[in-house]
C-alpha cells in the first residue's frame, strides 16, 4: 500500500489540471507544466481534488504509483507558489554578479565561470556571497543549483566554495604540527 500514492492532492483557486491520455498538464498562474505519465496508472480529477490510482498490484506499478503523485504534487504547488534554492560562496574573493539572464562566479579560478539560465528559471543576487534559483520545475531548479555548486563544492579543511544555505560541511582537523 503507498501511502503517498494514495494522498489526495489539493487543487488551489488559480490551478487547472487537466488529464489527456498519458499527459498530465498543469496551469497556474506562474506558467504551465506538463508530465508524461505511465499508462499503468490512473489520474482523475474529482471536485478540486485530483486521486492517483494503479491498475494492478505488480512491483513497477507500486513505485510508479508514489512517483506519479509526487509529481504532480510538485507541479500544483510550482505553478501556484514556485520553487527556489539558495546558495553561497563561502571564500576570499568568492564572489557572484548577474549580467542579464547569466550568472558570472569568481571563485578562485584564473577567469571567471559562466553559467547561463536555461528556459524557465531565473537569478538572482542580493548580495555578492548569495545565489537564488527560482522557477517552477522543481526538478530544473534542483539540478541548476547542483551544477553551480559544482563549480566549486566546499572544501572540508577551510570551508571555502559554493554550498546551499542550509548545508552543513564536515570540517576536517588540519596537520598537526611536529612537536
Known amino acids: 500500500m503507498s501511502r503517498i500514492g494514495n494522498a489526495p492532492i489539493e487543487i488551489p483557486?488559480?490551478?487547472e489540471v487537466s488529464v489527456d491520455g498519458d499527459t498530465v498538464t498543469v496551469?497556474?498562474?506562474k506558467g504551465t507544466l506538463t508530465q508524461a505519465i505511465d499508462p499503468r496508472i490512473?489520474?482523475?480529477i474529482e471536485d478540486g481534488v485530483v486521486t492517483v490510482a494503479r491498475e494492478n498490484d505488480e512491483r513497477e506499478a507500486r513505485a510508479l504509483h508514489g512517483l506519479t503523485r509526487a509529481l504532480i504534487a510538485n507541479m500544483v504547488v510550482g505553478v501556484s507558489a514556485g520553487y527556489s534554492k539558495e546558495?553561497?560562496?563561502v571564500g576570499v574573493g568568492y564572489r557572484a554578479a548577474l549580467k542579464g539572464s547569466t550568472l558570472e562566479l569568481q571563485v578562485g579560478f584564473s577567469h571567471p565561470v559562466s553559467i547561463e539560465a536555461p528556459d524557465g528559471i531565473t537569478f538572482e543576487v542580493p548580495e555578492q556571497t548569495k545565489i537564488i534559483v527560482s522557477g517552477i520545475d522543481k526538478q530544473l531548479v534542483g539540478q541548476v543549483a547542483a551544477n553551480i555548486r559544482r563549480v566549486r563544492p566546499p572544501e572540508p579543511y577551510k570551508g571555502k566554495g559554493i554550498r546551499y544555505v542550509d548545508e552543513h560541511v564536515r570540517r576536517k582537523a588540519g596537520k598537526a604540527g611536529v612537536a
Open 87 to 89: 546558495l553561497q560562496a
Open 13 to 15: 483557486a488559480g490551478v
Open 42 to 44: 490512473g489520474v482523475s
Open 27 to 29: 496551469k497556474g498562474p
